[in-house]
């Protein structure tokens, strides 16, 4: 399995980014999948994830009604639309792949088995 993330950058506050993770080899629907975010000296945050087969979703409360996720599964493609950005959303954002699942721990990045490279999100004040 493989995941690239894309679509970081510089943004002011206020503005709007569109993540999107490209996965290959993903075999099974069962998967679910997650974004994070970390910044420098901080644990890594769960932000949101979205179950492959039913589209199920959930969000970091920090988040909640300003992130949607979603998924094109034609295209084996997952997004992470961000509006109204603040500048405590500045991080690196990964996205990954847990293959069994298993949303009762889908908050917990260690559920995951599969990570993407990152990539910078930056929103100026």
């Known amino acids: 399995v493989q995941l690239q993330a894309s679509g970081g950058g510089l943004v002011q506050a206020g503005g709007s980014l569109r993540l999107s993770c490209a996965a290959s080899?993903?075999?099974?629907?069962?998967?679910?999948m997650g974004w994070f975010r970390q910044t420098p000296g901080k644990e890594r945050e769960f932000v949101s994830y979205?179950?492959?087969?039913?589209?199920?979703?959930d969000y970091a409360d920090s988040v909640k009604g300003r992130f949607t996720i979603s998924r094109d599964s034609a295209k084996n493609v997952v997004y992470l639309q961000m509006n109204s950005l603040k500048p405590e959303d500045t991080a690196v954002y990964y996205c990954?792949?847990?293959?069994?699942?298993?949303?009762?721990?889908?908050?917990?990045?260690?559920?995951?088995?599969?990570w993407g490279q990152g990539t910078l999100v930056t929103v100026s004040s």
């Open positions: 990954a792949a847990d293959r069994w699942g298993d949303t009762r721990n889908a908050r917990r990045d260690l559920e995951y088995d599969y």
């Open positions: 080899g993903l075999t099974f629907r069962s998967y679910t």
């Open positions: 979205i179950t492959w087969n039913t589209g199920t979703t």
